[in-house]
């Protein structure tokens, strides 16, 4: 899986997600996040848009060490040759984050030189 680094320097790659296992896929570009630990982050309206159901609400800690209640969903992810159910948080951001859940087992290249990323 290839993506590009922007003006910004931020890392995105292109992931295929579906809302329900065998509906149309849709293409969402996320902004590589290997400070979240967890699947997807998805502005709350992304969330309304793919009508995602939602699966419980779940505690978390941020960057600044306050703990939140944050609802999550689910939706469905082609990563790899296979579609993997992902858990996804709502938030209020713009970009939407893919965590280290997904990139275990992976290995990550940003190159910023280039302004390559690559995930294999």
Request: glycine share 8%; hydrophobic share 50%; proline share 4%.
């Amino acid at each position: 899986m290839n993506g590009r680094v922007d003006t910004f320097q931020r890392a995105l790659v292109d992931v295929v997600v579906h809302r329900a296992k065998f509906e149309p896929p849709r293409v969402i570009t996320v902004w590589v996040d290997t400070a979240f630990n967890g699947f997807l982050v998805f502005p709350q309206e992304m969330i309304e848009e793919l009508g995602l159901e939602q699966e419980a609400a779940t505690e978390a800690i941020l960057a600044d060490g306050s703990r939140v209640t944050l609802e999550s969903f689910i939706c469905y992810v082609e990563w790899f040759g296979e579609v993997v159910p992902a858990q996804v948080i709502g938030n209020n951001g713009i970009l939407p984050l893919l965590g280290t859940e997904l990139l275990a087992k992976r290995k990550l290249v940003v190159d910023y030189i280039a302004g390559v990323v690559s995930i294999s």
